[in-house]
């Protein structure tokens, strides 16, 4: 998935004495909400995957990504770049650049070719080793030892900052209930359409539509859906839940095609009518970044799957994730529960549903219609 547009030079910064101040200018200028991240490799680590891993935790995301995969490779590089997109990172700088292997270096030079981000390289030797140099035979670079220059390509051109993305103020630790993810593990199973399908927008005919969320409460629903995990597909599939509110086997019906950026919308199928049809549903502001994380995650990883979202089989990890982020349905009173206090109740709600209708009586349900 190269750019239309070939990516800026790179840029590598001579830190002949490895001077702390060189490092500490680039720490200082790492700030996600502006689009600048700074990566700092943890030490006796030279695999690529651990370079990945990094970049995830420079991104503010948990580094390894729950669920199976083909082959057993994590898609972390694949999902750093959907990120990096999605939130979107502008500009990435990475420290101690001089202990860099020939493949991870080459494994960045094609992070930038995918994302367009401003690569810098910090090389703290008066000299570059000789698995950069070669690496950088195949890119287009530039040289300084100058540390206003250095600083000038850590912060890019001046900007005003905005405020830093944390947590609206309140309580820590508490759990969200939200009345959208009812139906999250619901018994329905609608599939996938096999013909070309273009819905048309969702008309709420069999259910009520989920509560929109309130400003403050979708902004600490995609905090928490940010920092509970790296996964694009399980992110995006929690986001969409709550403002769909369909089922995990529902939201299993979408593919890449099915979401439209530009107008916002994501379709899901139900060609048996479990619900309300197929149907294309409006993409609220605060989950756009969630979707366009996973319609590139998709696009890279396209071994992975066919599903743009969480597919039936990704349940456990699913509700772990949303478990981390402290996201959950509505939960039945103490007197009903049936497991343990503190753990959480998803199918609560098709049980209740379920036992009401095995008591009424048999001679009152409607057969169905053929």
Not at 32 to 39: A, E, F, K, M
Not at 219 to 225: E, I, K, N, S, T
């Amino acid at each position: 998935m190269p750019l239309a547009a070939p990516p800026p030079p790179i840029t590598v910064v001579i830190d002949h004495h490895d001077d702390a101040i060189y490092t500490h200018t680039a720490l200082a200028a790492h700030h996600l909400p502006s689009g600048r991240i700074t990566l700092h490799p943890g030490p006796g680590t030279t695999s690529e995957t651990g370079l990945a891993h990094d970049l995830l935790a420079a991104l503010g995301k948990p580094p390894l990504l729950p669920g199976r995969f083909p082959g057993g490779r994590q898609p972390a590089w694949e999902a750093a770049a959907a990120w990096m997109t999605a939130l979107p990172v502008t500009r990435l700088t990475v420290l101690r650049a001089h202990r860099l292997t020939a493949r991870r270096a080459m494994r960045l030079f094609q992070l930038q070719a995918l994302t367009g981000i401003h690569l810098t390289l910090v090389c703290h030797r008066p000299h570059l080793p000789a698995a950069l140099h070669q690496a950088l035979q195949t890119a287009d670079y530039s040289l300084t030892t100058d540390l206003e220059v250095a600083r000038s390509h850590y912060y890019g051109p001046p900007v005003t900052e905005p405020p830093l993305a944390d947590e609206p103020a309140g309580p820590t630790g508490r759990w969200l209930t939200l009345p959208a993810l009812d139906r999250l593990v619901s018994y329905d199973s609608p599939r996938p359409c096999v013909d070309l399908c273009t819905p048309p927008p969702i008309v709420w005919r069999h259910r009520p539509p989920p509560a929109l969320l309130t400003v403050s409460t979708a902004q600490r629903v995609a905090h928490r859906l940010h920092a509970a995990t790296a996964h694009p597909r399980l992110a995006a599939a929690i986001a969409a839940a709550l403002f769909t509110g369909a089922s995990l086997q529902q939201l299993a019906t979408a593919r890449h095609s099915d979401y439209d950026d530009t107008a916002a919308t994501l379709a899901l199928h139900d060609r048996t009518r479990y619900t309300d049809g197929c149907a294309a549903y409006p993409v609220p502001p605060w989950a756009s970044v969630f979707l366009r994380a996973v319609a590139c995650f998709t696009r890279l990883a396209s071994g992975e799957g066919q599903e743009l979202l969480a597919a039936p089989g990704d349940r456990a990890p699913l509700l772990c994730v949303a478990e981390t982020a402290k996201l959950r349905p509505p939960q039945p009173p103490a007197a009903r529960r049936k497991g343990s206090v503190g753990r959480v109740e998803w199918d609560w709600r098709e049980r209740q549903e379920a036992e009401q209708y095995e008591a009424i009586p048999a001679g009152r349900v409607r057969p169905l219609r053929r």
